[in-house]
């Protein structure tokens, strides 16, 4: 640390290109968090999902029915712990950009299959006991001001009657950071009297099992149990589940692994080039430390330090800047993206790259500073 004024003297004496090299790097930290972000806000909920429960829909196609009847089936086979169903609802707030995930649920057996969605147990029974309650996700309750006690009236194109009104009677959260806290729950019952086509179906199953180990026997036996039948099924994992709704938006993760990778290898340019110049500029200066004792390892590493300190302190600021962009902005999307949250460890990751960046743009300067001969440099000056 004795050196440290030093150092700080030395990449000052040019501060403009000091403060430009340290810019990018702040820019490029903050891409970098806003992809990570990005990221997450797409395979969050893949990781959230877990291996032991299973989705069960129409082997047709999700968009088909199932009948309700299948579930009390499902429930014998062993193995299975819970049993539950949703419907997609495609409610409309006011306007169609108001979009948030709307689900007709089985109010008997959601809470065994989703304990991690928590609502207190009073606004649980109050939803319950109203054919005409809801309960909301805290995210969407705080983007259009709900509280428990309101009247939300949705648009519902689906089903084409007009009006569906609601009483907000409760709001759930969660503890995990990633889960879903947009979701708008209603009552089956208040559905199923209301449609009139698909009467006595549902859209898609949600099984909870005993164990994650029982997750490839329990999927063959649903599939098997309903073969050849007027609804025959397709089981598996709510984690594979997740992951193929991923895939349809395409290959995100390549998509942000190229970016990123330009963004470093910009940035191994960039601070390469002004740790070179550094050092091409102060040849005499080195040559006068080695002559006067300073060891050929301390050369290497001082001119280190100066790449790691523009690298740290850029890749900080951009990543604090990323953070704060998620904290007070949120998500730009108005609520279409799961979650908008920058996790320690893209932090973490963010700050090992940045140091990563720091080691290899600097080694070859570094290098040449260390095996700078002291007569040939003092010749020169």
């Given at each position: 640390?004795?050196?440290f004024?030093l150092?700080?003297?030395?990449?000052?004496?040019k501060k403009?290109?000091?403060?430009?090299t340290i810019?990018s790097f702040?820019?490029a930290?903050?891409?970098?968090g806003?992809?990570?972000v990005?990221?997450g806000?797409?395979?969050g909920?893949?990781?959230?999902?877990?291996?032991?429960?299973?989705?069960?829909?129409?082997?047709?196609?999700?968009?088909?029915?199932?009948?309700?009847s299948y579930?009390?089936?499902?429930?014998?086979?062993?193995?299975v712990?819970?049993?539950?169903?949703?419907?997609w609802?495609?409610g409309?707030?006011?306007?169609?950009?108001?979009?948030?995930p709307?689900?007709?649920?089985?109010?008997?057996?959601?809470?065994q299959?989703?304990p991690?969605?928590a609502v207190?147990?009073?606004e649980?029974?109050?939803?319950?006991?109203?054919r005409?309650?809801?309960?909301?996700g805290s995210?969407?309750a705080k983007r259009?001001?709900?509280?428990?006690g309101d009247r939300?009236p949705?648009?519902?194109?689906?089903?084409?009657?007009?009006p569906?009104e609601?009483n907000?009677?409760?709001?759930?959260d969660?503890?995990?950071?990633?889960?879903?806290?947009?979701?708008?729950?209603?009552?089956y019952?208040?559905?199923d009297e209301?449609?009139?086509?698909?009467?006595?179906?549902?859209?898609?199953?949600?099984v909870?099992?005993?164990?994650a180990?029982?997750?490839?026997?329990?999927?063959?036996?649903?599939?098997d149990?309903?073969?050849n039948s007027?609804f025959?099924?397709?089981?598996?994992?709510?984690?594979?589940?997740?992951?193929?709704?991923?895939k349809?938006?395409?290959?995100?993760e390549?998509?942000i692994?190229?970016?990123?990778?330009v963004?470093?290898?910009?940035?191994?340019l960039?601070?390469?080039?002004t740790?070179?110049?550094?050092?091409?500029?102060?040849?005499g200066?080195l040559?006068v430390?080695k002559?006067?004792?300073y060891?050929?390892?301390f050369?290497?590493?001082?001119?280190?330090?100066?790449?790691?300190?523009i690298?740290?302190?850029?890749g900080?600021l951009?990543l604090?800047?990323?953070?704060?962009?998620?904290v007070?902005?949120?998500?730009?999307?108005g609520?279409l993206l799961?979650s908008?949250i920058?996790?320690g460890s893209?932090?973490?990751?963010?700050?090992?790259?940045?140091f990563?960046?720091?080691i290899l743009a600097g080694?070859?300067?570094?290098?040449?500073?260390?095996r700078?001969?002291?007569?040939d440099?003092?010749?020169?000056i």
């Open positions: 640390m004795k050196f004024p150092i700080l003297a030395n990449l000052f004496r403009m290109r000091t403060v430009l810019g702040a820019v930290m903050l891409l970098f806003l992809l990570a990005i990221h806000a797409f395979t909920g893949v990781d959230n999902a877990g291996v032991d429960r299973l989705m069960v829909v129409n082997k047709t196609s999700i968009i088909q029915p199932l009948p309700i579930r009390d089936q499902i429930l014998r086979i062993p193995g712990k819970a049993v539950t169903f949703d419907i609802f495609g409309i707030y006011q306007d169609p950009k108001n979009f948030f709307s689900f007709v649920i089985d109010t008997a057996n959601q809470r299959v989703y991690e969605l207190s147990d009073a649980w029974n109050a939803f319950v006991a109203d005409e309650g809801a309960i909301v995210k969407t259009f001001g709900w509280k428990v939300i949705l648009k519902a194109p689906i089903y084409d009657l007009d569906w609601f907000i009677r409760g709001i759930y969660s503890a995990r950071a990633g889960d879903d806290l947009s979701q708008f729950w209603l009552h019952e208040y559905l209301r449609r009139k086509f698909e009467k006595g179906d549902i859209g898609w199953y949600t909870k099992l005993n164990s180990d029982d997750s490839v026997r329990v999927e063959k036996a649903i599939d149990m309903f073969a007027a025959e099924t397709k089981t598996e994992t709510l984690q594979a589940a997740a992951a193929s709704w991923v349809q938006a395409g290959n995100i390549f998509l692994l190229a970016i990123g990778g963004v470093f290898f910009t940035l191994l960039v601070t390469g080039n740790m070179a110049i550094a050092v091409r500029e102060r040849i200066e040559a430390l002559a006067v004792g060891s050929d390892r050369v290497l590493f001082f001119v280190l330090a100066e790449s790691l300190f690298s740290m302190v850029g900080a951009g604090g800047l990323a953070k704060l962009l998620t007070v902005v949120g998500d730009p999307t609520g799961q908008f920058l996790p893209a932090i973490l990751l963010g700050l090992a790259a940045a990563g960046v720091g080694i070859i300067p570094a290098m040449s500073a260390m700078l001969r002291v007569v440099a003092l010749r020169g």
